[in-house]
């Protein structure tokens, strides 16, 4: 179950299928999942502390990296708590939790204390990563912009 990075996942979508389906090119359903053992893409980027990441550092580990549009927000509060309290049993198991966000690192110092989550959040402040995985997509939500994952219904 490893990647290029040493890590697999099932949560990221082809950017190119992403591409596609924006353009009209295919339907929801055609866009497919990155299959376990497919290379998931390396990515350096700061945690909450300040101290840079490398998706390749957990080379040989299980991984649950998943993204979330914004700190401190009702649905990816809950998502975050989930994590937190199965955090017991992922650990035993010998899975690291990553959490990626475009909010800044004081943001999700914030986020950790308040809700007193285990793990580490990871700042991908100008976008390029959740970009790079296709998972975010601009929307205009009382007159202000804000991304959210792609296949989320708002």
């Known amino acids: 179950m490893t990647g290029a990075a040493g890590i697999s996942y ?3 979508i082809y950017v190119e299928k992403w591409f596609k389906f924006a353009n009209g090119e ?3 359903k055609e866009i497919e999942m990155i299959e376990i053992g497919k290379p998931a893409p390396d990515f350096s980027l ?8 490398k998706l390749s550092d957990y ?5 649950a ?7 401190d927000t009702p649905g990816c509060t809950k998502e975050a708590c989930s994590f937190r309290d199965g955090f017991a049993g992922l650990k035993k198991a010998g899975i690291e ?19 007193k989550l285990p793990f580490t ?7 390029k990563i959740v970009e790079k995985y296709g ?4 929307k205009n939500m009382y007159g202000k912009n804000i991304g959210v994952p792609p296949e989320r219904p708002s």
């Open 10 to 12: 099932n949560e990221t």
């Open 26 to 28: 295919i339907t929801k």
């Open 65 to 71: 990296l998943y993204f979330y549009p914004k700190d």
């Open 135 to 138: 998972v975010w997509v601009e």
């Open 97 to 115: 939790i990553l959490g990626v966000s475009t909010d800044d690192e004081i943001s999700h110092t914030k986020f950790i204390e308040k809700y």
């Open 59 to 63: 080379k040989g580990k299980y991984v």
């Open 121 to 127: 959040l990871l700042a991908d402040k100008d976008k």
């Open 46 to 53: 700061p945690d909450q502390n300040g101290k840079i990441h």
